[in-house]
């Protein structure tokens, strides 16, 4: 089934410059035939993970380098400090990796409470505050939770001077509804952003900035659903429907 996205813009939002059309379901083999190489996929994967990884992976080893250094004996407790502040940022991001990226996990499912202590954590480290309002007890199989990893976290992104980031999870007889709802100010995707949701390769702008969305838009259409995205002054809303398994 091809992945229909819908990309609705307001005329105020002059960073968003992508053209859309109502519905790209048709578009859809064209721009496959012009995405990432599986090669490059995951090369721009990985050069993702070591830009996440290198900053707390940096600040321990700085840590430990004060630790036996004898002139910084006034330093001890700053070190330890910064170490496990670094080494928590590392753990949050390795348990965020291994749901919203691959199947390394053994679980073939995942607990709302589960994902929402994750995402959770990883909030901890933006500017941007969670409001996780599905319950604890719904449980999610893979495809979903790793499209609602990858939504949660783009949204709080969208959110680079603050806001609020709600994350809700909606069913009906044959399909599950994920949304995100990120509110505040210059709440705004970049436009190689929204060039990965619309499953489009990156032209300009930060491969950073790109690879995540592209790689929800792979994880939605692997599972045969649709992504929307809706772009207001100070508000963006994403929208992904996913077919009921089994």
């Given at each position: 089934?091809?992945?229909?996205?819908?990309?609705?813009?307001d005329s105020?939002?002059?960073?968003?410059?992508?053209?859309?059309?109502?519905?790209?379901?048709?578009?859809?083999?064209?721009?496959?035939?012009?995405?990432?190489?599986?090669?490059?996929?995951?090369?721009?994967?990985?050069?993702?993970?070591?830009?996440?990884?290198?900053?707390?992976?940096?600040?321990?080893?700085?840590?430990?380098?004060?630790?036996?250094?004898?002139?910084?004996?006034?330093?001890?407790?700053?070190?330890i400090n910064?170490?496990?502040?670094?080494?928590?940022?590392?753990?949050?991001?390795?348990?965020?990796?291994?749901?919203?990226?691959?199947?390394?996990?053994?679980?073939?499912?995942?607990?709302?409470?589960?994902?929402?202590?994750?995402?959770?954590?990883?909030?901890?480290?933006?500017?941007?505050?969670?409001?996780?309002?599905?319950?604890?007890?719904?449980?999610?199989?893979?495809?979903?939770?790793?499209?609602?990893?990858?939504?949660?976290?783009?949204?709080?992104?969208?959110?680079?001077?603050?806001?609020?980031?709600?994350?809700?999870?909606?069913?009906?007889?044959?399909?599950?509804?994920?949304?995100?709802?990120?509110?505040?100010?210059?709440?705004?995707?970049?436009?190689?952003?929204?060039?990965?949701?619309?499953?489009?390769?990156?032209?300009?702008?930060?491969?950073?900035?790109?690879?995540?969305?592209?790689?929800?838009?792979?994880?939605?259409?692997?599972?045969?659903?649709?992504?929307?995205?809706?772009?207001?002054?100070?508000?963006?809303?994403?929208?992904?429907?996913?077919?009921?398994?089994?």
């Amino acid at each position: 089934m091809a992945l229909a996205v819908l990309i609705k813009k307001d005329s105020a939002m002059d960073d968003v410059s992508l053209a859309t059309a109502p519905d790209l379901a048709n578009e859809a083999p064209a721009n496959e035939a012009k995405g990432p190489s599986p090669y490059d996929l995951a090369t721009q994967l990985v050069g993702k993970l070591c830009h996440d990884f290198i900053s707390p992976t940096g600040a321990i080893i700085s840590g430990l380098d004060l630790l036996s250094d004898p002139q910084a004996a006034d330093m001890r407790d700053d070190a330890i400090n910064l170490i496990q502040t670094s080494a928590n940022k590392m753990v949050t991001l390795v348990h965020f990796a291994r749901v919203a990226f691959g199947a390394a996990s053994s679980a073939e499912a995942f607990s709302a409470r589960e994902l929402n202590k994750t995402l959770s954590d990883v909030f901890s480290t933006m500017r941007a505050n969670l409001e996780f309002q599905i319950e604890d007890a719904i449980v999610f199989e893979k495809p979903a939770a790793r499209a609602l990893m990858n939504l949660g976290y783009i949204a709080g992104n969208a959110l680079p001077t603050g806001g609020i980031a709600t994350l809700t999870r909606e069913e009906t007889d044959t399909t599950i509804v994920l949304k995100s709802d990120s509110k505040g100010n210059r709440a705004r995707l970049k436009p190689e952003a929204i060039e990965g949701l619309a499953g489009q390769p990156l032209s300009d702008g930060l491969t950073g900035q790109w690879i995540q969305p592209f790689w929800l838009y792979s994880v939605v259409k692997e599972a045969g659903g649709t992504l929307e995205v809706t772009a207001e002054p100070d508000h963006l809303s994403l929208t992904i429907t996913l077919p009921k398994q089994g």
